[in-house]
């Protein structure tokens, strides 16, 4: 008899899930009369030069039904760049106290985090479409507000706030390190906080669909491909050697907690295997208040941890 396990049955719901979105996205683009790369045929045409005051039912012109394609949206685009993340908390849940239930709450929160955006972005583009700035497929009725999107999101990859959440977006396994909590509402609570950090960084490319169309499956695709990538983490041999990225998190982090003992300590941080790791503190003339301050500072971490 063919025996799956949980972990098994929670990442193929996973992925279902991702793979319905898109189908999602797929069947409403289509039905709406655009191809793969967004260009209308005459039904769309004729809805992109409709008046949205004009009384009759459009749901391209309610909140709902916009709240409900930007929520898809969300799911295709988003859920796929979690995999690094979700990945990171699989190993806590060999390596420390992670359990699936948290697994599941990080996912939550995270996910929350990017509806509430989906209810923001749809807000946006219904006070566009009735200021006349795009048309009811949701393209630019100029240039000009393309170009200036282009602009305003192009500066900002280069600013402090996108260099710092892309950091965490970057090393999940830090974020987790430093802000470790257990359970589901543990896990809840820390998707919660990198959903807010990968909203930040991500933004702009979501507001970039305003450019080409924001049903254009093209753009979604690759706008999705790309937050994949850069995700990924970058180390001297290659991307997906991340425990030699997240080694590195972790001393920095443990070294800049460890500042304030008393007295001399060395620190040896370790592989476990995957992206687990563990660590020794080595303390020198230490009194035994030094040793107890160690063992507060390391207990409000999940790492495994000796102090010799």
Known sequence: MLSISFRSVAWLGFF???LAAWWMMAAMSLGMGLDLIGRPNAMAQAMAAMDPSMPMD????RFGPLFGMWAVMMAAMMLPTMVPTLMSYEDLM??????????????????????GFAAVIAAVQLGLLFGGVIDMLGIPNSRWISAGLLIVVGAFQFTRAKEICHGVCHSPMMYFVGNWKTGFAGGLRMGLGLGVFCVVCC???MALGFVGGVMNLAWMGLATLFMILEKLPLTSVGKPMKHVLQ????KREFESALKTLA????????NTGG??????????????????????????????YEIE
């Open 16 to 18: 279902a899930a991702i």
């Open 58 to 61: 459009m749901p391209m012109a």
């Open 94 to 115: 060999a390596s420390a106290n992670g359990t699936r239930a948290g697994w599941f709450g990080v996912l939550l929160g995270y996910f929350i985090v990017w509806v």
């Open 203 to 205: 933004w702009g490319f």
């Open 247 to 250: 080694m590195d998190a972790a």
């Open 263 to 270: 007295c001399e300590w060395s620190l040896d941080i370790v």
């Open 275 to 304: 992206s687990g790791v563990a660590m020794t503190v080595h303390l020198k003339n230490a009194s035994p208040t030094d040793r107890s301050d160690a063992e507060k500072i390391l207990s409000a971490y999940s790492t495994p």
